[in-house]
């Protein structure tokens, strides 16, 4: 690995970015640029010491295929819960 110096970029690697699922619904300041992320089920989080919440602006700014995977998430969930209420199941993941 080759030492990098702190610019005024902070140096974000791909790998650094994880997808996760917002179990405490947070609506923290994005680690990197601190705007205000979107409290959704699914998020980017950025791996330090601890895990930080990402706004999506900056997760594809970093890690472009995260944020696709995210989006096709998300959509992939409007998609099944629209099918469910059309159907009159309870759409709430409360079922045990
Ligand atoms: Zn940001």
Do not use: W
Request: hydrophobic share 40%; proline share 6%.
């Amino acid at each position: 690995m080759t030492e990098r110096t702190e610019g005024e970029v902070r140096a974000v690697l791909p790998t650094d970015l994880v997808i996760r699922v917002n179990v405490t619904l947070t609506n923290d300041p994005c680690a990197l640029c601190g705007e205000p992320t979107d409290p959704t089920g699914i998020d980017l989080y950025l791996l330090a010491d601890k895990p930080a919440l990402v706004c999506h602006a900056c997760g594809f700014l970093h890690a472009p295929a995260l944020v696709r995977l995210l989006d096709l998430a998300s959509a992939a969930n409007t998609f099944v819960r629209a099918e469910y209420e059309m159907s009159g199941v309870q759409a709430d993941e409360k079922h045990s």
